[in-house]
C-alpha cells in the first residue's frame, strides 16, 4: 500500500513541476518578443504630390550609400512630374548641404548683394520690374524678402528650387514680436503640385535652405510655369497667419546656363483678388407643421480667383444657429476649377424650439484645398436680424411657410 501512494505522490509532484516550467518558458518567451523594436519604418509623404515606388519599398534601408542613390534615381520615369524626397531626415527635414554652382559663388557664402548681382547677369530685364530699391519710410510697409535659386537639370530632366532664406519678415505674435515662419510653393497652373518647408520658431530671418526636385519636365515646358510662393507664421491653437506672397512667371527666365539665384519682395496676400465675393443662390421652406427647415443650395457665380492660377474648387458649407449656437452643420460637395457654379444639393434642419425667431443660418463659401487649410472665399448669413437681401429672404419664409423661396445674395468677405 505504500508504494502506490509514493508513486502517487511522486507524480503528483513531477506534473506540477512541469507544468510550472511549461509556463515559466513561454512567459520568457512573450518577454523576449514583446522587448524587440519592431521594424518600423517613416515614410514621408507631402499631400498631392506623387512619390517614386522605389522610395516606399520596404527592403530600402535608411543610410543606403550613395551609389545605390544614385542608381535608384537613374532607374526613375520620366514620363511624369515627381518630388525627390529621399535626401529628408526622419523629422521630414533637408539636411543642409553645400551645393556647388556651375557659375556663382556657394549659397552659403551668398549675400543680398549677390543675389542682385547675378540676377543682372541672368535675368532678363521683365523679370527685374518687381525688384526695387527700399526707403526708409517703405520698408515700414513691406513683408520682407525671399531668396531662392532656380535649376534645371538636363541629364536628369529635373527642375530644382532652393528655398535659401526669407529676411525682414514681420512678427505675427505680438506677445514674442516674433513669428515661426514656413513657406509652401506651389508650381502652377498644375495646383496640386504642391511642397513646404519645415517651420522656423522664433525668427524674422529664417534660413530653410530646402531643396525640391520636380522630375519628367521638360525644359521646353519651364517657360510656361509658374511659382507661387505662399510665406506663412504657425500658429499651434488657430488658423496659421498668412504673411505674403511672391509670384514667379518663368517665362524669359533662362536656365541653360546654370543655377539662378534671385530674390523677390514678398507683397500682401490677394492683392490681385476682385473686391466683389461673388454671389450665392440658395432656396429656403419653413414647414411649420413639422418644425423643419428645408434648405437648397442651388448655384454659385462670379466668384474669386482664389489663388493666381485662376481655380477654385469651391464648396459651401451651411451651418444652423439657434441663439448664436451652432446645433447643426451640412456641406456640398466640391465642384472643381470653376467660379460659376451648379450645387442643387438639398438638406433638412430640425429646428429645437416654435417658430424663427433665434434661428439663424450662415452659408460659407469655401475653396478645397488638399495641401492646406481649405480658404473663405464669401459669407452669407440669414436670419432675423441679418441686414440687407438676408433679412428680407428671411422675413418672407416666416411670412410665408411650406412655400420654397430662392434668391441671389451678395457674399461679403469670409
Known sequence: DEIPTVVGIFSAFGLVFSVSLFAWICCQRKSSKSNKTPPYKFVHVLKGVDIYPENLNSKKKFGADDKSEAKNKSAMPKNSLHLDLEKRDLNGNFPKTTTKMQSSPDLENSSPKHFAERKKDSVSPDSLKSITSLSSEDKQDKLGTLFFSLEYNF???????????????????????????????????EKKHKVKTRVLRKTLDPAFDETFTFYGIPYSQVQDLTLHFMVLSFDRFSRDDVIGE??????????????????????????????????????????????????????????????VSGLSDPYVKVNLYHAKKRISKKKTHVKKCTPNTVFNELFVFDIPCEGLDDISIEFLVLDSDRGSRNEVIGRLTLGSSAEGTGGEHWKEICEYPRRQIAKWHMLCDG
Do not use: W
Open 246 to 307: 511672391v509670384l514667379i512667371p518663368l517665362a524669359g527666365i533662362e536656365l541653360s546656363e546654370g543655377r539662378l539665384l534671385m530674390d523677390r519682395e514678398i507683397i500682401k496676400r490677394n492683392v490681385r483678388k476682385s473686391s466683389g465675393r461673388g454671389e450665392l443662390l440658395v432656396s429656403l421652406c419653413y414647414q411649420s407643421t413639422t418644425n423643419t427647415l428645408t434648405v437648397v443650395v442651388l448655384k454659385a457665380r462670379h466668384l474669386p480667383k482664389s489663388d
Open 155 to 189: 541629364e536628369k530632366k529635373a527642375f530644382v528650387v532652393n528655398i535659401k532664406e526669407a529676411r525682414g519678415l514681420p512678427a505675427m505674435d505680438e506677445q514674442s514680436m516674433t513669428s515661426d515662419p514656413y513657406i509652401k510653393m506651389t508650381i502652377l497652373p
